[in-house]
Each structure stands twice: as structure tokens, then as C-alpha cells.
């Protein structure tokens, strides 16, 4: 399969995630255009089983993860699946995480190629990947205060490991978003390309990786990334803050209120409790 620009647009009836490959690259596609690519139960099970096909695969050298529509590279979480009550986790398998994906480390490679808004969760998948091309329009950020939530799904874990501590804490609270060029500055990113070059240089970047000796760059990851038995053991401390944190935050009353002023189209009135 040939690299395209990553503008593939759904029809009714499309799985929310679509799997190719191009030799020995597995290209996984968030596949709700609609909606952002935004993370209901369905996207999050077949991102996370795509992942996991990929790392038993022995013909999968690296993992390429996009998004449909060119708009959006994810916007988080269907916050009108949630709305409707709706679990957006996957059933018997939530070590996977947000979307199938934050706490499901590989050995394999994986390259997060973004375009567009990659916001909160979007975010949040860019940070759980190995390595980030961005398209020009992309804007990172975790806009979660504003909304008296919390950026759960490894933002407030990751972003200062991966950014200066100051940068990622300006980001943390204010909620402001970065471009591209400022992503990369600081590291977030590693390439910045125009958007219609993001997937071919993704792409080409795993081509580059699958080259090498699979056993040695998938140990050399392993080592890197600290994974031990499908797990990192490191994170373990930072997650039990983060789930006691969740808790707190979601019993609170800015947690209704943020989501509620946003769907009345106002400003929050909050009560810091």
C-alpha cells in the first residue's frame, strides 16, 4: 500500500478504525471523521486490538497511528457517547487505557502522524507514542481545567516527562494549546511537515526503522521505554496519584459544572469544591 495524505474521509457503516499495511509498517487509522476521531467503545476497541496484532505479528516492524478527515487527529473522548452514559472503555481489557492505547506499551515502534486539532485525548495519544510527525495545522494541548476535569488518560504523567517542567506545567494550567512549530521546539514532536506530507513521512520514517534488525530495535525500545512484561513498571506510582487525583476531581462540583456550561454555551461559575 502507498503512503496518501492523511485525508481519507468515512462513509455510514465504515469500522471506526482501519488497518493496512505497507510491507512491513502497520498503519492504523482513527476512522471517525464525524466526529473528530473522537474515542467512543467501538474506536477504542479496535485500536487496541490493532496494537496488540501488531505486536504479535513478527511482520509488523513499526506502527504508523493517523487520523481520518484531516481536521482532527483525535479530539478525546465522545463526550456524546459519555453523555449518553455510554462506557467508552473495552470490556475486560481497560489495562489498555484510554482508547485501547496510553497504557499499552509494544515493542514495537509507534509513530503518531497528526494533523489538525490532537487536543486532550489527542494529545494524550501523541504522548503514549514512541515518536510524533505533525502537520503544520496541528495544535497540542490538554484543555482539561478549563472544563473542571483533569487530564486523566496520561497527560499530567507524561507531558513533563516529554516537555522543559515549566513548559509542561504552563500547559497543564492553563489549558492553552501549542502549535506545531512550538511543539517541536520543544521536543513534542520530532518532525514538522506540511499536512499533506504528514502520513508519507511517517511512513517513510517506519520504513527507515523497519530496516533495521527487528530483535535489537525492539529490546533497544523495551530498554528506553521501560517495558517489562507489557508493562512500565516505572509509570506505576505517578499512575496510583493520578487515579486517587480522578477521583477527587470527579466528585467535585466544578466537575458538573464544567461540562454543563459548556453545553450552555456559557462561562463556568465555579465553586472550588
Same mark, same amino acid.
Given at each position: 500500500?502507498?503512503?496518501?495524505p492523511?485525508t ?5 457503516? !465504515? ?5 493496512e499495511?505497507? !510491507? ?6 482513527? *476512522? ?5 476521531n473522537? /474515542? *467512543? ?5 479496535? %485500536? ?8 504479535? !505479528?513478527?511482520? /509488523? ?17 465522545? %463526550? ?7 462506557? +467508552?472503555?473495552v ?21 503518531? @502522524? /497528526?494533523t489538525?486539532? #490532537?487536543?486532550?485525548? =489527542?494529545?494524550? %495519544? ?29 497527560? +499530567?504523567?507524561? %507531558? ?32 514538522? /511537515? ?5 502520513l508519507?513521512? #511517517? ?8 530496516? *533495521? ?41 466544578? @466537575?458538573?459544572? =464544567?461540562?454543563? @456550561?459548556?453545553?450552555? *454555551? ?8
Amino acid at each position: 500500500m502507498n503512503a496518501a495524505p492523511d485525508t481519507t474521509t468515512a462513509t455510514t457503516g !465504515d469500522p471506526a478504525v482501519l488497518v493496512e499495511r505497507d !510491507d512491513h509498517v502497520q498503519i492504523i487509522t482513527l *476512522n471517525r471523521p464525524e466526529a473528530m476521531n473522537a /474515542v *467512543n467503545r467501538e474506536l477504542a476497541q479496535l %485500536l487496541g486490538e490493532a496494537v496488540e496484532e501488531a505486536e504479535h !505479528d513478527s511482520e /509488523v516492524r513499526a506502527v504508523v497511528l493517523t487520523g481520518a478527515g484531516g481536521r482532527a487527529f483525535c479530539a478525546g473522548a465522545d %463526550l456524546k457517547a459519555v453523555a449518553r452514559g455510554e462506557d +467508552i472503555g473495552v470490556p475486560g481489557r481497560e489495562a489498555w487505557g484510554f482508547a485501547g492505547y496510553v497504557t499499552h506499551p509494544i515493542s514495537k515502534p509507534t509513530i503518531a @502522524a /497528526v494533523t489538525g486539532f #490532537a487536543l486532550g485525548g =489527542g494529545t494524550e %495519544l501523541s504522548l503514549a507514542s514512541d515518536l510524533v510527525v505533525a502537520g503544520r495545522s496541528s495544535r497540542f494541548g490538554l484543555p482539561e481545567v478549563r472544563r473542571g476535569i483533569i487530564a486523566a488518560a496520561g497527560g +499530567i504523567v507524561r %507531558l513533563p516527562e516529554q516537555l522543559p517542567r515549566k513548559v509542561a506545567m504552563q500547559m497543564v494550567l492553563t489549558g492553552d494549546p501549542i502549535d506545531a512549530d512550538t511543539a517541536h521546539r520543544w521536543g513534542l514532536v520530532n518532525d514538522v /511537515v506540511d499536512d499533506t506530507e504528514v502520513l508519507a513521512t #511517517a511512513v517513510a520514517l517506519a520504513r527507515r526503522i523497519a530496516e *533495521n534488525a527487528p530483535v535489537a530495535v525492539q529490546a533497544s525500545k523495551r530498554v528506553v521505554a521501560g517495558i517489562t512484561d507489557g508493562t512500565v513498571p516505572a509509570e506505576a506510582d505517578a499512575w496510583a496519584r493520578n487515579s486517587a487525583a480522578i477521583a477527587r476531581v470527579m466528585a467535585s462540583e466544578d @466537575a458538573r459544572e =464544567g461540562p454543563r @456550561a459548556f453545553a450552555e *454555551n456559557r462561562p463556568p461559575r465555579w465553586q472550588g469544591r
